[in-house]
């Protein structure tokens, strides 16, 4: 059963007084939540088809972060997922550059990747910066050259697709410019979409991924907050992990992956924590970012896991969908939310 915060709030004696914008009520009792059998691996809604993947790979025995990052890859190397490696949604520039960052619990280790371009599976480079560096993070030009001497193969990332959006994006921007609109009829779109993948597998041993193109038509060189270590995706393995989708910025500033594996190291369910973390997102949002109502212009959405099998998705908005795969097979669940879809500001 899935609760807006708010509803379950106002459950409560105690809360209530708490539940105004910008505030951080205490919780009175356990949230309600989801739990299964280990092993068992949530992602965003769009891996659907990577947590069976990576649940089947974790079932015949392999590590989980090679286990999600097969399972990530699947969208990566997908041309239709405009989110995600090939096929993303361009910067201004028309250029796609990629983020992407993972943790491997058992060995306590983490590798990141920024402003990658030409390479389309930045979760397995950002895996190679992990093995194969005693750095964390490479960025631009110099992690597409060490990509290159790991092997990978380049390519061109931008499909007709996208390159054909980015073209409708750049002849509405100015209605003076030279620059003509061919297809008005034609909605131009827009995404913070990304893919995070979070697993536990029997041995209680977590891992976490995020990968993405990031915002469409960002300023170039923008990094989002994907390849942030605790912002974009973390995990500890003595708790659990927890991961984003959605606009990056928001999140970076409250750190929300590391913020939510510590609310669950202090006794949150995965469902307590993540609405605390949306509510941080909220109370740091400038003004120019909500609306009139005080509810946020953008969507963040977030997912975590408990070692024990625990496991949440939580939204700003009602209506958000995540994919979970346990023994009973992959499936998309609704999360749980802080406001109605009718508290959304028209734009
Ligand atoms: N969460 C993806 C991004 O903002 O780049």
């Known amino acids: 059963m899935t609760f807006s915060r708010r509803e379950f709030l106002t459950s409560t004696a105690t809360a209530t007084a708490g539940a105004a914008l910008g505030s951080v009520p205490a919780l009175a009792a356990e949230a309600p939540g989801h739990k299964a059998a280990l092993p068992v691996v949530i992602a965003s809604s769009n891996g659907i088809r990577g947590v069976k993947v990576a649940w089947d790979r ?24 405009q989110s995600v490696g090939l096929g993303g ?9 990629l983020d992407a ?14 402003c990658l371009e030409d390479i389309a599976t930045p979760s397995l480079v950002a895996k190679a910066i992990m093995d194969y560096t005693d750095h964390i993070m490479l960025v631009g030009d110099d992690a597409r050259k ?11 990332l931008l499909t007709e ?27 131009i779109k827009f995404t913070t979409g990304t893919i995070n993948m979070n697993a536990v597998n029997a041995g ?10 990031g915002m469409a038509w960002k300023v170039p060189g923008r990094v989002g907050d994907s390849p942030i270590i605790g912002a974009g995706q973390y995990c500890d393995n003595t708790v659990g992990a927890a991961g984003s989708t959605g606009r990056g910025e928001a999140n970076i500033k409250v750190c929300g992956a590391f913020l939510a594996v510590e609310q669950m190291r202090m006794g949150k369910s995965p469902e307590q924590a993540l609405l605390h973390v949306v509510e941080r997102v909220i109370a740091m949002t400038e003004k120019r970012l909500l609306g009139d109502n005080g509810r946020p212009l953008f969507d963040l959405d977030f997912y975590a896991i408990h070692k024990d099998g625990r496991f949440a998705g939580v939204s700003c908005y009602e209506g958000g969908t995540f994919a979970v795969c346990d023994s009973a097979g992959p499936r998309v669940m609704t999360s749980a939310y802080l406001y109605k879809a009718s508290e959304r500001p028209r734009r």
Do not use: Y
Request: aromatic share 6%; glycine share 10%.
């Open 204 to 213: 209680g041993d977590v891992s976490s991924v995020t990968t993405t193109s």
């Open 146 to 156: 060490f990509a290159i001497q790991m092997g990978f193969k380049t390519q061109n």
């Open 89 to 97: 949604l361009p910067n201004a520039d028309g250029v796609v550059q």
């Open 58 to 81: 974790i079932v015949a025995g392999e590590d989980t972060l090679d286990a999600i990052i097969a399972g990530v890859n699947i969208q990566e190397l997908d041309p239709d997922d």
């Open 161 to 187: 697709k996208s390159r054909q959006d980015w073209l409708r994006w750049k002849a509405r921007l100015n209605p003076g410019d030279a620059w003509l609109n061919h297809d008005d009829d034609v909605k």
């Open 101 to 114: 960052s993972c943790m491997h619990g058992p060995t306590r280790r983490a590798g990141s990747v920024g």
